[in-house]
């Protein structure tokens, strides 16, 4: 078992920034990719982005891509999404998910594939 506790979200005005993180406790996290996905009202949950367990192996989906970075820290434990140049579009909830591997863009994309959730972490940003 591996949980998860998302942190950082709030209120941002357009073009602002915020870095929102994932802290994970139980079985080893190193063991463990790690994705980013958000749910905007009325909208299905979308992958944002995922990092592999040695951090080598990223993948965005395109809407974001330049604008955030994912990246995570075993010895802290913690799964960082630093959101940049934010714009209304952005706003959802926001959660980190955890599962074993993924292999492809395909994979690390798919939300059914991940066993862990955390709680999800509110992002507004206002024009």
């Known amino acids: 078992q591996v949980q998860l506790v998302e942190s950082g979200g709030g209120l941002v005005q357009a073009g602002g920034s915020l870095r929102l993180s994932c802290a994970a406790s139980g079985r080893t996290f190193s063991d463990y990719a790690l994705g980013w996905f958000r749910q905007a009202p009325g909208k299905e949950r979308e992958f944002v982005a995922a990092?592999?367990?040695?951090?080598?192996?990223?993948y965005y989906v395109d809407s974001v891509k330049g604008r955030f970075t994912i990246s995570r820290s075993n010895a802290q434990r913690t799964v960082y999404l630093q959101m940049n140049r934010l714009n209304p579009d952005d706003t959802a909830v926001y959660y980190c998910?955890?599962?074993?591997?993924?292999?492809?863009?395909?994979?690390?994309?798919?939300?059914?594939?991940?066993?862990?959730w955390g709680q999800g972490t509110q992002v507004t940003v206002s024009s």
């Open positions: 998910a955890a599962r074993e591997y993924y292999t492809d863009y395909a994979s690390a994309a798919d939300m059914y594939a991940y066993d862990f």
């Open positions: 990092v592999s367990w040695s951090g080598g192996n990223i």
